[in-house]
């Protein structure tokens, strides 16, 4: 029903692809030559220790740090350079929940995930409604609709951004360490939620996670990204083994497989000496 | 019954702010000297218009009083009061800070700056002289704003703090190039300060239909950016990322915001606190949706403007206070009183 009703209001279905991407603070390169593609339907997550550049990347893809070499094109429109209402129609950025605009009510911030479509008295029509309705519901909030965002839990608020997000109608999703401050239970359910909806919508998402397990269970494939590089890219299994882990974070680490999934979970050493 | 009442509050706050300033506008025309009821107002006005068949049982001076003295005085102090309420929460939500309003960041002293040094060139003894001070009051406006923001910008980003005291600083020093201004000109040094603690030193039409345009425009302009202040109170970051023109929308916010201040001070003087606390109650009200606080902050900026006109005129009848005194002297407390009691909610 969803996905049908999605398909109806025309939202396209788009391959990410990061090309050659390279960003610089200053005289300080922080992320060099970067390529990698998200498919429709595919979470890639991008993990690496901090400051390594992921989120960089982030901002980087959604126009807000400038680059200094390279693309980030979806379905082949070269993003880079794109007007800031072009852009947020076709990649929307879920950022990790901040006190910010805490008197809105969740559907007004909701609708503010419709501004490239608003007209210029910013007033709302059917369709800007239709999609705000779908978001809200698509993230179990339409209960909460009417609440002041600053009176919602952590994990709420997270979910409020993620709608804001889903009310772009965008092919594309960048997600921004979006489990961070959450405790377990948050950071599953908006974990599964978000693999849900890119599989239900044929979302392209891209999203920087810190814990490995997490990445493990939910992306389907792995970027690791050490000082502003790219060191490996691949699947789960793949990119999550112990020599990868221990260099790019400095840590020894073992990694052995889920029992019943076969995903790579990882063990700092001292835990697995004992 | 009580509950009806919070309810039409809440749910009808155009009909509400309306009212509220209709009846506060009959008032300040009624009051004065003379009293003149409110029945015999509508009289005089109907009888301006041709084709009524009005006999006249007034005075023949109730007519002059109302038509040439206090409708243009109210007019014009209910424009001022309009003005500095939506400018106030538009420069609020631009900076979000609920203490940004055209005083803190030098924008009203830059204007005042501005207005004096047209006075000094040739007011008020011509008609371009009037239609001189709100140019020259908005150019002081705009290049304060700019120089502002300008000295306050840290590797591209604009913290509140050097903001607010890059504010000070050149609001500081626009009040003393004013002061140094009226001194050393033939400018008339009583009229002038008079003007700069907020009262209208001129009556009459002249100084409305001068303003009229002006306000107009950016009264206007500051409604229809309602949305963009929405999404700016995210973050700029976000908002760009939301699909906000947010350079765009940042300089239109300045510039109409800093014209609307600019003619407000032009003829009615620098008046304090209506640019702060105005939006805050209405925030506290109806929400902080700007597609509405910027134009329910127009009806009640009029409103309490005119209720602190009344104020001025009345505590020391038959002579007149500034209402700049008035607004700053009842506008404190209140404000301090708004804020303990909204304490614990979130207004912001």
């Not at chain 1, 948050?186 to 397990?213: F, I, R």
């Not at chain 2, 300033?21 to 409110?38: C, D, E, Q, Y």
């Not at chain 2, 990322?241 to 109409?256: E, P």
């Amino acid at each position: 029903m969803d996905s049908a009703a999605g398909q109806a209001r025309g939202v396209l279905v788009a391959m990410l692809k990061i090309d050659s991407l390279s960003v610089a603070y200053g005289d300080r390169v922080v992320l060099e030559e970067v390529s990698f593609e998200v498919l429709p339907g595919e979470i890639l997550a991008l993990i690496g220790p901090n400051g390594a550049g992921k989120s960089t990347l982030i901002r980087a893809a959604s126009g807000v740090v400038p680059t200094i070499s390279g693309r980030v094109s979806v379905n082949g429109d070269d993003l880079t350079g794109m007007s800031h209402s072009r852009r947020a129609k076709i990649l929307a950025v879920v950022p990790q929940a901040r006190q910010m605009g805490g008197a809105y009510s969740v559907k007004q911030a909701v609708m503010m995930g419709r501004t490239p479509y608003l007209n210029w008295l910013g007033q709302e029509g059917e369709a800007d409604k239709a999609a705000v309705h779908l978001a809200l519901e698509q993230t179990g909030l339409d209960t909460f609709a009417d609440r002041q965002i600053a009176k919602l839990s952590g994990g709420e608020q997270q979910r409020v951004l993620l709608a804001r997000a889903l009310a772009q109608e965008t092919p594309v999703m960048l997600l921004d360490e979006p489990t961070n401050h959450l405790d377990l239970q948050h950071q599953t359910n908006l974990l599964s939620l978000v693999k849900k909806l890119a599989k239900e919508k044929q979302l392209a998402v891209l999203m920087a996670l810190h814990d490995l397990n997490l990445v493990s269970f939910y992306a389907d494939k792995v970027a690791l990204i050490v000082n502003g590089k790219l060191k490996c890219l691949g699947t789960p299994a793949e990119v999550i083994r112990a020599e990868h882990i221990s260099a790019a974070f400095r840590t020894p680490v073992d990694v052995v497989s889920h029992p019943v999934t076969g995903a790579p979970i990882i063990f700092p050493q001292g835990v697995s000496d004992r | 019954m009580i509950l009806d009442l919070s309810k039409l509050i809440r749910h009808r706050p155009y009909l509400l702010n309306t009212l509220l300033l209709l009846t506060a506008f009959i008032f300040s025309v009624a009051l004065g000297a003379v009293f003149i009821p409110p029945e015999t107002i509508f009289r005089i006005l109907a009888s301006q218009l041709s084709g009524l068949n009005i006999t006249q049982d007034w005075p023949e001076s109730f007519s002059a009083i109302i038509l040439a003295v206090r409708l243009p005085h109210t007019v014009l102090v209910v424009m001022t009061g309009a003005a500095l309420g939506s400018s106030g929460a538009a420069y609020q939500g631009l900076f979000r800070n609920p203490l940004a309003d055209p005083y803190l960041i030098g924008v009203a002293s830059g204007a005042g700056l501005g207005a004096v040094f047209s006075m000094a060139l040739n007011w008020p003894t011509s008609l371009l002289g009037f239609y001189l001070v709100p140019v020259g009051a908005f150019v002081g406006a705009i290049l304060t704003v700019v120089l502002v923001y300008n000295l306050a910008r840290v590797d591209g980003l604009v913290p509140l703090t050097t903001l607010i005291l890059a504010g000070v600083a050149i609001g500081a020093f626009a009040s003393a190039l004013t002061s140094f201004l009226m001194l050393r000109t033939e400018l008339q040094l009583h009229r002038a300060i008079s003007f700069l603690l907020g009262g209208s030193p001129i009556a009459g039409w002249n100084p409305v239909i001068a303003v009229l345009p002006y306000m107009l425009v950016g009264m206007g302009l500051l409604t229809v950016s309602g949305h963009m202040l929405n999404v700016l109170q995210f973050g700029e970051e976000e908002a760009k990322q939301m699909g906000l023109n947010v350079d765009r929308a940042k300089v239109f916010i300045i510039v109409v915001a800093s014209l609307t201040t600019a003619v407000a001070v032009a003829f009615s003087g620098v008046i304090g606190f209506v640019g702060l606390i105005v939006p805050h109650v209405i925030r506290i009200i109806w929400g902080p949706d700007y597609r509405r606080l910027i134009p329910l902050s127009i009806l009640g900026g009029g409103s309490v403007l005119l209720l602190a006109d009344m104020l001025a005129r009345i505590l020391m009848a038959p002579s007149t206070l500034p209402v700049g005194i008035v607004t700053a002297m009842a506008g404190a407390p209140f404000f301090l009183w708004i804020l303990r009691r909204a304490k614990r909610e979130v207004f912001w």
